[in-house]
């Protein structure tokens, strides 16, 4: 077992984890169950980021690595985190927060991921933080970093959340409320 370091974040500690055979097959552009071999063939180790330590082997693939606190290791060398993408997207009306899949396919004016591909800031592990309904526009966060994303959305990060609405005519939701 490795070390773990404590995390300023008790959120993080719970949810900013990945499996090692998911950080390899992220790194080397390869197949998980790829990765996961090599993780059985006593080729991986984590070791923490801060404070030293060496490297543990690992030759469980499940193993879940604190992500921003441990690193992990191949062959003696350290593996570079992925760098994360963060973008700012302004959702056009007509357009859903969901990715497509043929049990739930995406309608015809298509999804914030599509937006997101056909200005070539997407990302296949790209993620949203928000939602907004298909008539809405607004503001969305794309990310690529799991971990950033669950802090953000998590019901136990307490974040406040602010919304601005616009109506094109407030008098009828006076008689909506008066009925």
């Known amino acids: 077992s490795c070390r773990r370091l404590s995390h300023p974040h008790a959120l993080l500690r719970r949810v900013g984890r990945m499996r090692v055979d ?12 790829a990765a996961a071999d ?8 984590v070791a923490p980021c801060y404070g030293g330590g060496e490297p543990v082997l690992v030759q469980d693939p499940t193993f879940q690595v604190v992500l921003g606190a441990e690193g992990v290791h191949l062959d003696g060398r350290v ?12 959702k056009p009306r007509g357009v859903v927060c969901a990715k497509s899949s043929a049990r739930h396919p995406v309608d015809p004016g298509g999804s914030a991921f599509d937006v997101l591909n056909s200005t070539g800031l997407g990302h296949p592990s790209m993620g ?30 307490k974040h406040p959340k602010v919304y601005v609405v616009g109506l094109r005519d407030p008098r009828r939701l006076e008689a909506d409320a008066a009925e």
């Open 38 to 45: 090599v993780v059985r063939a006593g080729r991986a180790a």
């Open 128 to 157: 949203l933080v928000g939602r907004l309904d298909k008539d809405t526009t607004g503001l969305l966060l794309a990310v690529t970093d799991g971990g950033l994303q669950t802090l953000l959305t998590h019901p136990a990060s």
């Open 22 to 33: 998911q950080v390899l097959a992220n790194a080397l552009k390869c197949k998980q169950a």
């Open 79 to 90: 593996v570079p985190a992925p760098p994360s993408r963060v973008v700012l997207l302004h």
